[in-house]
């Protein structure tokens, strides 16, 4: 019997899967909506894509397994490195895949700089709410409260609205959607790859880490895929909710979105001026 | 030919366009910066990028980046930015990036005298990231040597696809000489070998030749990774004979090809001189003063500081009764004539950093009589 | 009208995380037997599929396809 293949796999390098992520690991379902966009595009060959990931679980998505060319760099360097390959050659087109932890926390300093700039790179941070790759251990988006091994008596300190801080700078497109707002996320992917096609854009997934986060709340990750449902909701009816409540919720959507010059538009300009 | 009157510093970014340098990131720093001023002027009419990273963590990660694309890519900067640079100079080592990554240097530790010249990082460039890592490390003496070296530091990282060091210091970069300036046709210039459908991009049989690189987006789907790895270029972080196999094919790519890149310069005859002086860098420019009418000692300038040819310097210094050695530090290049003179041989340091003074001809005159 | 699903499961991909069988809006899924080449148990259809897509966009192991019977 011939049987029938999930879209996902012709993106992929099949002889390294399954992958390395756990069981129910939500990393897969953000490759499917990535995946399942170029798809509706009707972009099938990733050759003109460049994927560069820092170090942790989430900077594994593209090296191995995404079948493009990929640069696995140091932890929280992806965005330079990003940046260098997108202006050597503006033909690219250079996505960065990383966890909070890469992105927010080491590579907190490139985020918000290359925001500034308005850097030609779509970036998608996977907030999974730890290091997760290192065992569990808090990172700046841990809620306050929770126990992990670097936070035994609970988390003292307040975790970071990563979009929202994106959302304030220079960025063309920023917006967060959950792991289980599928078609959301999938769009958002969509508009960034086909639409809005310049300056930088910024993509956070909120999806808690199976083994260190939804496993130590005992629940499945199919259960807390169902929760998520429910706790996600479109920030402008976050902020109508009352102070107690909101801290329940999950404030998604799109937070900014232009298509303004982007660095590299910006750059030419000033080649131009200079052959004048 | 154009004769030009220039900084080391200047010299340098001169030199590095001639050498088809098209991409460089920085972050200002004394006394480099002057690099970094002219390569933001330079490079746009020469058609390249030059962007002002937010530190220079990003400066070496963007060069690593822009490498791959395909341009030959360069960062300056001194101590401090150095200090910061050494993770990804370790990726470039271990993921093969042809780079060129200049230290001017100036006295340490940490912010130590950022105008003063010194020769303090010389083991920093050998030795200063984690891990078993080789590259190629050259250091020039004067503005004209600058020019010159760094087109060839360029040809090197290309040749061997390895990031190269260039070590410069404070009197150099901003020291002003004559310098000539090549025209294109008069510059011998060499780039990194190109894929084929079938070779490993990251394995050769014979270590000293180092993989073929592609541009990416050429459809090799190429796996770059600074984690161990197979000649495909997949991820093995478990198992023993891969990452053995690559750190040891690593390595011989830099020793095994020490012929070429090995630089010296001599003056003097070894078979009749009964002292040596052996120096690198500015202090050499006193050194050459100092032994001016004296037959009996031998010059030995390392223009490679790394891989060092230590059989060859064995065998210069096989007669001599006293060794010199300057440094704008308190002692490093030291060792390594320690490591290869017999004992009852005399070595003797001459040592000054701070403030901006250098080594005086005298000085290593009067240790020459010991 | 009338539409009918095929659900193909790739049982060498599935790791048997269950998110299929608990996120299907019909209950159609359960976690089958374990599969002796990789040791997770695989989802099996035992009810009526109305071909939502979810089991398969959820899927973080590309394991688990629907598509339309023609
Ligand atoms: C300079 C440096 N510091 C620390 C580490 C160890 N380390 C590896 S992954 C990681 C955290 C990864 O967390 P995140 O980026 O959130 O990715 P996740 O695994 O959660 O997807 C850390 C701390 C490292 N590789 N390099
Ligand atoms: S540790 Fe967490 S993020 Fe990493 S693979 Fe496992 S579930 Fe995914
Ligand atoms: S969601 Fe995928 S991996 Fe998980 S049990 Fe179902 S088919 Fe298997
Ligand atoms: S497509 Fe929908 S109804 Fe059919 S098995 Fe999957 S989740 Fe259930
Ligand atoms: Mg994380």
């Known amino acids: ?276 | 030919m154009k004769r030009m009157f220039l900084s080391g510093n200047e010299a340098v970014a001169y030199g590095a366009i001639d050498a088809g340098c098209r991409f460089y990131a920085g972050y200002p720093i004394t006394p480099s910066s002057e690099i970094m001023h002219m390569m933001a002027k330079l490079l746009p009419e020469a058609g390249g990028v030059f962007i002002q990273a937010e530190d220079e963590l990003a400066a070496i990660n963007m060069i690593i980046g822009a490498s791959w694309a395909g341009l030959k890519s360069m960062a300056a900067t001194s101590g401090p930015g150095f200090s910061l640079m050494q993770e990804g100079i370790g990726y470039a080592v271990m993921t093969e990036t042809p780079l060129v990554i200049v230290d001017v240097m100036r006295a340490g530790p940490a912010t130590g005298q950022a105008t003063k010249a010194a020769q303090g990082d010389l083991m920093q460039t050998r030795w200063g990231r984690h891990g078993d890592q080789y590259l190629v490390v050259l250091a020039p003496e004067s503005p004209q040597e600058a020019y010159d070296l760094i087109i060839e530091a360029f040809n090197i990282s290309e040749s061997l696809r390895t990031p190269v060091v260039f070590l410069m210091d404070e009197f150099i970069g901003h020291g002003r000489e004559v310098v000539f300036r090549k025209e294109p046709g008069e510059i011998k210039l060499v780039e990194r070998r190109r894929s084929s459908d079938h070779e490993p991009l990251f394995g050769s049989d014979d270590p000293r030749i180092p993989p073929p690189m592609p541009r990416l987006g050429e459809g090799y789907y190429v796996l770059v990774t600074g984690s161990t790895h197979n000649e495909y270029g997949y991820r093995d972080v478990h198992s023993f004979e891969t990452h053995y196999k690559l750190v040891r094919r690593l390595k011989e790519k830099i020793w095994g090809n020490i012929d070429k890149v090995f630089k010296y310069e001599v003056i003097g005859d070894p078979g009749r001189a009964e002292k040596a002086i052996v120096c690198f860098g500015s202090t050499c420019r006193s050194a050459k003063e100092a032994v001016m009418g004296l037959d009996n000692v031998l010059l030995i300038r390392l223009i490679t500081l790394w891989p060092l040819n230590y059989d060859l310097l064995r065998e210069l210094l096989s007669n001599v009764r006293l060794v010199v050695v300057p440094e704008l530090s308190l002692g490093q290049l030291i060792y390594d004539v320690q490591q290869v003179i017999d004992s009852g041989i005399k070595v003797v340091g001459v040592n000054k950093v701070g403030g901006g003074v250098p080594i005086y001809p005298s000085e290593i005159k009067k240790a020459l009589e010991v | 009208m009338g539409k009918t699903y095929v659900v193909d499961v790739n049982g060498l991909l599935c790791k048997g995380c269950g998110i299929c069988s608990e996120i299907c809006p019909r209950k159609a899924l359960v976690m089958d037997s374990v599969n002796p080449a990789t040791g997770y148990p695989n989802p099996k259809l035992v009810g009526e599929c109305i071909g939502c897509k979810l089991c398969m966009w959820f899927c973080p192991d590309q394991a688990i396809v629907v598509v339309e019977k023609r």
């Open chain 1, 1 to 276: 019997m011939i049987k029938h293949e999930h879209l996902s796999l012709k993106y992929m390098r099949r002889e390294v899967l399954p992958t390395a992520f756990c069981p129910g690991c939500y990393n897969g379902i953000v490759m499917n909506a990535l995946f399942q966009a170029f798809e509706e595009l009707g972009i099938y060959d990733l050759r003109k894509y460049v994927f560069v990931s820092g170090i942790g679980c989430s900077s594994w998505i593209p090296s191995p397994y995404i079948k493009a060319d990929s640069l696995h760099t140091l932890h929280g360097r992806a965005i330079p490195v990003a940046t260098g390959v997108k202006l050597a050659n503006p033909e690219l087109e250079v996505i960065v895949i990383g966890g909070d932890g890469d992105l927010a926390s080491i590579g907190g300093n490139h985020l918000l700089h290359a925001a500034r700039r308005n850097m030609d790179l779509v970036v998608i941070m996977i907030n999974n709410l730890v290091y997760g790759m290192t065992r569990g251990q808090a990172a700046p988006t841990t809620p306050k409260g929770m126990v992990t091994p670097t936070t035994p008596y609970g988390n003292p300190e307040e975790p970071m609205d990563v979009a929202r801080l994106i959302a304030n700078t220079n960025a063309n497109y920023v917006a967060r959607w959950c792991v289980s707002q599928y078609l959301f996320l999938k769009n958002s992917f969509k508009k960034v790859l086909g639409e809005i096609k310049r300056g930088f854009r910024f993509i956070e997934v909120y999806a808690p880490c199976t083994t260190f986060v939804i496993r130590r709340e005992n629940k499945t990750p199919g259960q807390k895929l169902k929760e998520l449902m429910n706790t996600c909701i479109g920030y402008e009816k976050w902020e109508k909710l009352p102070a107690e409540e909101r801290t329940k919720h999950i404030p998604t959507g799109v937070f900014r979105e232009e298509d303004k010059p982007g660095f590299l538009d910006n750059y030419k300009q000033l080649i131009a001026r200079l052959k004048r």
